[in-house]
């Protein structure tokens, strides 16, 4: 057993170490004076105003779809079942520059046309931005959230139901608050996915300086035009506010989840 | 408190939802080569604050920005960094109008000084200097590059002293500004990346190869009267002036 310890830390060692030198690398690359220049930039302040906006839409959208879809798909058993949750899950194994192109395709055809006339355009567009993070997040927040749902003991539920609850009354005061944590980690997961989704951007709302211009995007944006200074700095802003993100929802986290 | 939640959410959702959609009239779609972000940046803001027409610039590599225009049949302005991906278009019928107007040209990027006393491209054939070049697939400059030391014929002999191939011209400036090696090629519009440490020597003009930018109106423009008018300004001496700032010669007719 002793063995296995000892081997297992230098594993997690080894893997802390890498990751550190990676991040050292780009924080090592920068000066404070350009990381200071870019922070005050109008860019960088619309790209990180944009990517919160953004994400904070698309992962309140996306909270609403899973919670329902992953009612249904931790309750009720219907044929062609699994096929559903394949498709649910397709967004996850198809790359995302995959999906930004699928969708380019569909909304740049007939439907995009008939959207467009009523006043919705998905295309280059900030609302492209939020589809593409709806459509990438959504299946991981719901699988989180499945996951906690079908452990709930059915016999909490019945008893619910037994002692004269609805069934929404049920959901809302036994499943819900029982799902808590699950919820909440696939909040987490879905924010900051969100905020680093890059690929389905990139296809579907293109990058667009000042308009559709993410924080990757931003960085994309500098990469390609040589400005290595500011996708560097951008890079390091992301790891702080990712790190921000994390110990803030884990705090949340930590004080709610107490049952 | 749940329910007070809920509201801030439906009310910031509406919110956000209603900023996003908010649109000028009629502006302008362009598709632009990523690399060339410095000088259209510039012109779209000028040409904005002159006449209030917004122009939203799609940046990307030129065959990603061409897929996005063939597969959503939009856009009014096309500028891709290259000839290639332009006579793709062209071929495709996509282009209404269109023209080459600027071009870059690659330099030899040396060590400040020149203590290799490289006076050209025949000099990079020396034996024991160490150069690092552009890959010869994946960015323009590295067919450039083959083209030149093919016209000059020292292809094989300068391809012995090449240390390493980059991915980027920003690596391969900062290879000569920052490790042991000599020289490499650069296009000049990147000058604006040189270090201190590093100088430029212009190749021979016989063996010369430029890269020309082109622009042209897609003919899948809904006002092609704004998207000719911005064209014409992009081609104007104010436009060129931009351009000339970062490094691109005007291409004289």
């Not at chain 1, 002692?163 to 819900?176: P, Y």
């Not at chain 1, 909440?184 to 879905?190: A, D, N, S």
């Not at chain 2, 996005?68 to 209404?96: R, S, W, Y």
């Not at chain 2, 025949?122 to 552009?134: E, R, S």
Request: charged share 20%; net charge positive; proline share 3%.
């Amino acid at each position: 057993m002793r063995k296995i310890d000892l081997i297992a830390q230098i594993f997690l060692i080894i893997f802390v170490l890498i990751v550190l030198a990676g991040i050292s690398s780009l924080f090592l690359s920068i000066n404070l004076d350009i990381l200071i220049k870019t922070l005050r930039s109008k860019e960088f302040l619309f790209s990180i105003k944009f990517s919160l906006t953004t994400s904070l839409i698309s992962l309140a959208l996306s909270l609403l779809f899973s919670i329902l879809i992953a009612y249904i798909l931790s309750k009720e058993d219907f044929i062609g079942k699994k096929i559903v949750e394949n498709i649910v899950d397709v967004p996850i194994f198809l790359p995302p520059l995959v999906v930004g192109l699928s969708f380019l395709i569909l909304f740049g055809g007939k439907l995009g046309y008939v959207l467009e006339k009523a006043g919705i355009t998905f295309l280059f567009s900030p609302l492209g931005v939020i589809f593409a993070q709806f459509i990438i997040i959504t299946p991981y927040i719901e699988r989180n959230i499945e996951v906690v749902f079908s452990k709930i003991n059915k016999r909490y539920e019945f008893i619910g139901k037994s002692m004269g609850l609805s069934d929404f009354e049920v959901f809302k005061k036994i499943t819900l608050p029982l799902s808590k944590e699950g919820i909440l980690t696939g909040l987490i997961v879905g924010w900051s996915r969100a905020i680093a989704e890059f690929g389905a951007t990139l296809m579907l709302a293109g990058a667009t300086k000042m308009r559709t211009e993410t924080l990757p995007i931003a960085i994309f944006l500098g990469i390609s035009s040589g400005d290595m200074d500011f996708a560097v700095s951008i890079g390091v802003l992301m790891l702080v506010i990712s790190f921000l993100i994390l110990l803030l929802v884990r705090g949340v986290v930590k004080q709610n989840v107490s049952y | 408190m749940k329910r007070n939640l809920l509201v801030m959410l439906t009310i910031f959702l509406i919110l956000g939802f209603t900023s996003c959609m908010k649109e000028t009239k009629n502006p302008i779609l362009m598709f632009a080569g990523a690399g060339l972000k410095g000088p259209v940046d510039e012109i779209v803001e000028i040409y904005s604050k002159k006449t209030g027409i917004t122009v939203n610039v799609v940046y990307g590599g030129s065959g990603t920005i061409l897929t996005q225009i063939k597969n959503t049949k939009k856009g009014d302005i096309f500028m891709p960094g290259g000839m290639e991906h332009f006579k793709m278009a062209q071929d495709e019928g996509l282009i209404v109008k269109g023209v080459e107007f600027v071009y870059h040209e690659p330099v030899i990027l040396v060590k400040k000084g020149n203590p290799k006393h490289i006076k050209g491209l025949l000099d990079l054939k020396v034996p024991g200097l160490k150069l690092a070049l552009g890959d010869e697939t994946s960015l323009a400059i590295g067919p450039i590059t083959k083209k030149m030391l093919e016209k000059a014929e020292i292809y094989t002999d300068v391809i012995k002293n090449v240390l390493v191939r980059e991915g980027t011209v920003s690596k391969l400036v900062l290879d000569v500004d920052s490790t042991n090696i000599d020289a490499s090629i650069v296009w000049k519009t990147a000058e604006s990346q040189f270090g201190k440490n590093v100088e430029a020597v212009p190749i021979e003009k016989e063996y010369l190869i430029v890269e020309t930018v082109p622009v042209g109106i897609l003919k899948f423009t809904e006002n092609k009267d704004e998207a000719e008018q911005f064209m014409n300004f992009i081609l104007s001496d104010e436009g060129i002036k931009i351009f000339k700032k970062y490094g691109y010669e005007f291409i004289n007719r």
